[in-house]
Structures are given as C-alpha cells and as structure tokens.
C-alpha cells in the first residue's frame, strides 16, 4: 500500500515489528508472568488469565467464550503444540482492535482489558469496525477474503478504545497472598483525560500519524482515503524491537530485520524529535558556586515516562573546566545498564528520592515510578504493588497535579515542587568548583531506558526458564539509554 507521496504504507507491514504486534512473544513480558507465578504461586491460573487478557487477547478471549482462562506456561499459549500458539502469538492484531464494540468506552468497566466483542453473531458475519463508509461490493469482496464483514463504526478512532487495554488495575497481594486491595499500575487514558491534550490530539493523532494524502484500501481498487492513519503504534521501547531481531529464532518472530529496523528508528525519531526539550537558565558563578538551572519541557500526551513502572527518564549532567577536565557528573550511564550515583540500582530497598536541587555527585534526577508494597518497601512484583512510593514522572500540558486523583496523582517530593508542573520541571544545579579554572561548560542530557537495571535484576532471584531466558538477553545486551534532548553552554 502506498501513500501519495509514494511511501509504503502497508499496514500489516508497520503493524508486524510494533510492540503490539508481538506483546505475546515479549521475553521480558513473559519472565514477567513466571515472575508473578513464583512469588504468588496459590495464583498461578488468576495471574495467566490475567496477563494473557491484553498481551495474547486474541487467544485468550477466545479460550473465555468457551469460560476457559488464559494460559501461557508450561503447556499453555506459549507451547507451539497448543491450538491456540499461533493466534497468541499474534499479540494484539488486526481483528481484536477492528471487532471492540464501543458501549463500555470510558467507563471504569471497560478498564484492565476488558473491550467488548461481539460473540453472538456466528463466524464469517461478524463487523470489522473501520472509519470510512464501505460500499456493498467491497463488503462481499473482504467478507469473502477474511470472514468479517467491514463496517463503519467511527468509535474505533476514539482514545476510549486505547483507554480499554491502556488502563490497568491489578489486584495488590500481601505476604501471606491476600487480596488487600487493588493498584493502579499503568494509568495512559486517565492521564491524557486529565491532559490538555484531550481536547487537542487523541492516541491515534500521535500513534498512528496520518499518511501523506489519501490511500487505496481495497485489492479490487476504488477511491482514494482520507486520512489514512499508519499502524506504526510507536512509543519509546527501542529496546525490545532490538532484542526480538537479534533473538529472532527462539523467540519465534515473524518480522523481518528490515521491519525492525524501520519501527526503532521510528521509535528514536519520535524520542528525538516530539518527546521533550532541555534549556539551560540562570547561569551563574558565585563565590566558588556555580549555578544553573535545567528546564524540561514535555510534549508527550500523557506522563512521561508513561505506563509499564521500569521505564525511566534521568538528567545526566557534565560540567568541564576550561580544559575540559570533568569537575563535576551526575546521572552518567554504566554499561550494565544502570545509572551512577542511583541507590535503587545499588540497593533494591532504596531509590533516588525527586530533587528541586542538586548539589553533589551522587544525586540524581530520575523521573520514575517506584512501586512500594503494602509494607512500603519497594517491589517490583506487580501484584505486591499497593502504590507509588515516588511518581515524578514529567506530566503532560495542562495536567493538574492538584486535582489529580490519588489513581495518577504525583507521589512523594515532587509534589510540593512548585516548578514541577503540567508539561514542566525545572532542576537547580548548583556545584562548588574549587580550585577549577573557568570558563565552564555545563552540558545536560535527557535520558531515557525501558527496563531499569533493578527491574531486571530482581529477576534473579528465581530459576526458570523464562527469567533465566531474559535475564541472560539483558546481560549480553542491557537495555541502551537512549537520547531524548541536549543542550550546553559556557559559564564565563
Ligand atoms: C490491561 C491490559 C494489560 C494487562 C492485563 C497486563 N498488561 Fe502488561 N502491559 C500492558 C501494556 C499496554 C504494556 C506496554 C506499556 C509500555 O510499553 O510501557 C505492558 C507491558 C508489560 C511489560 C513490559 C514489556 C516490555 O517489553 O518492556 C511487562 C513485563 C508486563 N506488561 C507484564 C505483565 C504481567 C506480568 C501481567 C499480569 C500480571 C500484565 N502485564 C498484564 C497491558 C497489560
Ligand atoms: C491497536 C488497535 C489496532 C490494530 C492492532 C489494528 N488497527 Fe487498524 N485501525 C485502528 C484505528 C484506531 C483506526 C482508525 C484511525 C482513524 O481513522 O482515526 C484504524 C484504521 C484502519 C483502517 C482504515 C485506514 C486507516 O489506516 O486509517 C484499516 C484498513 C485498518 N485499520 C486495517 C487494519 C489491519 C489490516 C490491521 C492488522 C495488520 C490493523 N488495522 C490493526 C486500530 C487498530
Ligand atoms: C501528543 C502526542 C501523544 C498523545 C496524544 C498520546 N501519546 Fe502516547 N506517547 C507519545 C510520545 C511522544 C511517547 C514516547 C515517550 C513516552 O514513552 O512517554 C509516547 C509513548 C506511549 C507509550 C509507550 C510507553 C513506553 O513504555 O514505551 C504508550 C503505551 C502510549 N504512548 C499510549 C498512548 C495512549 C493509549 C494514548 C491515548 C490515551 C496516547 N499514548 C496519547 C505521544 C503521545
Ligand atoms: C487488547 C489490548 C490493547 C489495545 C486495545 C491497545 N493496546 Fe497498545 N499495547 C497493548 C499491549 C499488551 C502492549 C505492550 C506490548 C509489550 O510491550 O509487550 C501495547 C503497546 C503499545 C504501544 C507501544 C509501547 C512501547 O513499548 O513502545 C503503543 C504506542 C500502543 N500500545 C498504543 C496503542 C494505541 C494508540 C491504541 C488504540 C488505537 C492501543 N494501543 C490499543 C495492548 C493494547
């Protein structure tokens, strides 16, 4: 399929190498369920059918209309010997998302991956639900071809139906493996309803960015339409496309290295160019101090970073005397992939707490999640989570911290920052330079990675396949910090 500007604009070609499109074959997603089952093993079942609900909907809601649950291990979805492996392995495709009935948008019940599908019509004659009118004879040409019958149903471009999978409550445990509660554990729809961005630009708007002119739907030819909005579903993972084209074999992937190759740079693009922004403000030198301010400016339509809690965005900062020796570094990135100076990756039970100044070396400014349990101790187990011990994750334009509700509210220091604001943060550096002789350059970075160094390491502490299997890809490739923004300048 091609655009008017000749760009190929396929849609199962995008869609192929997205994270959607291989949620289920997601090794770390996977490690992830283990994970879960081994810690809270009197759920094993309620946890499969749990995850299986957005990562291998296609498998798992066919296994419930008969009232049998998602599986994934040992001899579940996962097996390639199980009816439902190749349907699982198709993450979220094609039918899932074109056959949601629009009734629940919005609502609370519609949350944690509960979309509607149409299940009394028989098969063959069931809608596919698309934004343009379809005429009579291209019906009978796709529901010949395909067995679902197009239809136009403008809910599919509402955010709501994002929102059904992009909304997650997952039940909090404690450690004797009662139900204490529930966790609001990824929250993009609330946060973009709570945006100025709901007014502006839904999810399709910045995740599927419109095509250049109209497209030809049909194989039988036909009119060109408009908007056509390219299925390239890109967030920030850059990581994972990565490791699925390096361990494509035993991952059993579907898409080509030059599918990969197109939606990470994709990825970087979108990071670079339309995430966020540094400047510097406020230079100064005084008595032996100097001082700068770093300002972020978020474009993103929801927190940043947003949805799964290993995702983080730090300040790494540079200041060089008129040699160019470093006199002063916070927030440097090691190669195993954790972040100098941070406590969390030193220390499972501590974490960068958020700064309105820095002052010395080892603080760093991490914008995170710190998930804590329900005796306040950080996890990364999801269903140990009973809330965010830190949440200074950058808020969208026009985000009111204040009215926020306690769901994707800001938690911990960050929320008495007066600057930390919708679409805003601004961070003081102020650093004693000693004997160092000017001029200085302040250089700051905006970071980003999507699996933090202790959400992987927590792994170890079992031996499965599956936590073995990734954490054995994250040594030999730990997850990269990728550049969002820099910028310098010289102090006289
Ligand atoms: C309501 C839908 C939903 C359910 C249910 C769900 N997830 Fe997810 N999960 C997501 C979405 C959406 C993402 C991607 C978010 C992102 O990219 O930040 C994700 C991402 C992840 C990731 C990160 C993958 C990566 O490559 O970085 C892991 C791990 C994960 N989920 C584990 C689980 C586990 C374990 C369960 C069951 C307890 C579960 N998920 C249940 C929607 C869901
Ligand atoms: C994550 C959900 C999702 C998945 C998966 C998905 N689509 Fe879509 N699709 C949409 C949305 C949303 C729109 C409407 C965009 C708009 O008009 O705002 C759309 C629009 C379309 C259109 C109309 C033309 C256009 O792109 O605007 C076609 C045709 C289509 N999808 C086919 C497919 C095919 C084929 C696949 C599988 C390769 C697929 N879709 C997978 C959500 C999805
Ligand atoms: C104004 C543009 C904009 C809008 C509107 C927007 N997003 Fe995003 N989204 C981004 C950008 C930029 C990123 C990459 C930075 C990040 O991870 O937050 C992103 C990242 C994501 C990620 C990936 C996070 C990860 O871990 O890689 C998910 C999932 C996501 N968006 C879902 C949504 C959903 C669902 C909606 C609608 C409720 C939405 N977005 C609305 C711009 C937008
Ligand atoms: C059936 C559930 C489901 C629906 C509906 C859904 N998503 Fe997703 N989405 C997921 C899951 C699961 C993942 C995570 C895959 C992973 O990381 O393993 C994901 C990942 C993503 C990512 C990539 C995140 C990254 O890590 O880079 C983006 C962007 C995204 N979704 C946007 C959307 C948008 C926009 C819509 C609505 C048009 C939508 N999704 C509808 C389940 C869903």
Known sequence: MKDEAANDVSLDRQWRSSMMANSGRDPYWQAGVRNEVLVNP???DFIQDKCTTCHMPMARFTESVYTRQGRLLDG??????????????DGVSCTLC??????????????????????TLPTGQRHAYGPFEVTQANSLVMQGSSGFIPTQG???QESELCGTCHTLYTPTLNAAGEIVGEFAEQMVYPEWKHSRYSQTDS???????????????????GELRQPFMQHIFVGANFYMPDLLRRYRDELLVSAGDDHFEATIALVMDQLQNSTATLALENLGLADGTLTAEVVISSQVGHKFPTSYPSRRAWLHVT???????????SGAFNPDGSIAG????????RYEPHYTAITAP?????????MGDVDGLPTTTLLRGAGYLKDNRLLPEGFDKTTAPPDFQVWGDAAEDDDFIGGADRVLYAVPVGEAQGPFTIEAELLYQSIAYRWAHNLARHDSFETNRFLGYYTETPSPAGLVAAISATIP
Do not use: W
């Open 203 to 221: 999810c399709v708007v910045c995740h599927l960015p419109a095509a250049e002119g109209g497209v030809v739907l049909s194989i039988t030819g």
């Open 342 to 349: 941070n406590d969390n990756d030193a220390d499972a039970a």
């Open 42 to 44: 009197a759920y094993a």
């Open 362 to 370: 080892d603080q760093v400014q991490i914008y995170e999640a710190i």
């Open 98 to 119: 074109h056959q949601i009935e629009g009734a629940n948008f919005g609502q609370p019940e519609s949350f944690s991956g509960h979309y509607e599908i149409d299940t």
């Open 76 to 89: 579940g979805f996962a097996d390639p010997q199980d009816a439902l492996h190749t349907l699982a392995m």
């Open 319 to 329: 200041i060089r005397d008129a040699a160019g020796k470093v006199i002063f570094e």
């Open 154 to 156: 403008l809910h599919v």
